[in-house]
């Protein structure tokens, strides 16, 4: 396996400051890259579908949800990895398109509902298959016992986070 430039950034590390403890380094600088290509390779299926990343997982989280598909923005906040501010643009664009709609909360009479559209549904059921087709692509590199031990460990990684 060559060297990939985590490995190359901590050998220089080691070299110029060898009493620096490098190996979270090391280990971050991976998960870094990884973060950065795995998103490039996501794109294209979202693209695919007139779609940007944080707009398909607002789309894919009201249909995680069940029917009738809607979610306070609270809760879609709180079940996408997107900001606050992100997320109000985001609802915006996808209101514009007739993707989404807002509604009035019944239990609270100040608050609002998002919810699918039939346009919405159809559009994330007719890209969900492809995006799980090409996340499992994407990780067809590692053996299923190393598949499921990675998983594992960036839970555990996670929980153990604050």
């Not at 590199?141 to 598949?147: A, F, H, K, M, Q």
């Amino acid at each position: 396996m060559l060297p990939d430039r985590a490995t190359r950034a901590v050998a220089a590390w080691r070299r110029e400051r060898p009493e620096l403890d490098v190996e979270a380094m090391e280990i971050i600088g991976r998960l870094n890259e990884l973060s950065s290509l795995l998103t490039r390779a996501l794109q294209p299926v979202f693209a695919a579908h007139g779609l940007q990343g944080g707009e398909f997982d607002v789309l894919a989280t009201l249909r995680r949800a069940g029917a009738p598909f809607r979610l306070t923005p609270t809760a879609l906040y709180e079940a996408t990895m997107l900001t606050s501010g992100g997320m109000t643009a985001r609802l915006d664009r996808l209101e514009s398109r007739s993707l989404i709609r807002r509604l009035p909360n019944p239990q609270d009479r100040r608050g609002t509902l998002i919810e699918l559209t039939d346009q919405g549904l159809e559009l994330i059921d007719s890209a969900i298959g492809p995006h799980a087709e090409n996340e499992t692509r994407l990780l067809a590199g590692l053996p299923p016992d190393d598949r499921a031990a990675l998983n594992d460990l960036l839970a555990r990684l996670l929980a153990a986070l604050p």
